[in-house]
């Protein structure tokens, strides 16, 4: 099994779009081991993008993050991370193929619903920066 973390972003929330995502998500197979709602400060944004920090987007994405509540979830399944990626589309959604999460409710390459870890150290990252072990619900068939 493999991890992911999600992030249903400000503009999900504000669109009362979190319902059908998770749906979205529950339907492939993801199983939800962790789920929050938080406000992000602009020092917790930006620690969360610091790897984009030289980049010339930073200071609009930091901005849009802390514009209102998002929804961190932990996934897992067998392959986790690719399948996320997968289902949530291409960052920009006019490139994104029909049917993913980007395509079906992004409105924009800058406001696009849903974060997703790219690799699997990042997703260890992420996850803990949001998470403590103990908020980690294991799953086991019943």
Do not use: W
Not at 120 to 129: P, Q, R
């Amino acid at each position: 099994m493999e991890r992911t973390l999600a992030i249903l972003k400000p503009d999900c929330v504000r669109k009362k779009l979190v319902g059908k995502v998770i749906d979205r998500i529950l339907e492939e197979g993801f199983t939800i081991i962790g789920m929050k709602m938080v406000k992000l400060d602009s020092n917790t944004a930006g620690a969360f993008y610091a790897v984009h920090r030289e980049r010339p987007f930073f200071n609009d994405l930091v901005s849009f993050m802390t514009s209102g509540s998002c929804v961190p979830v932990v996934l897992e399944k067998v392959n986790a991370i690719q399948d996320f990626r997968k289902l949530i589309g291409a960052t920009d959604p006019e490139k994104a193929e029909e049917g993913t999460i980007r395509k079906l409710y992004a409105d924009s390459k800058e406001q696009n619903i849903v974060h997703g870890s790219d690799a699997s150290e990042t997703a260890i990252v992420e996850i803990g920066f949001f998470f403590s072990n103990k908020e980690l619900v294991e799953i086991t068939a019943e």
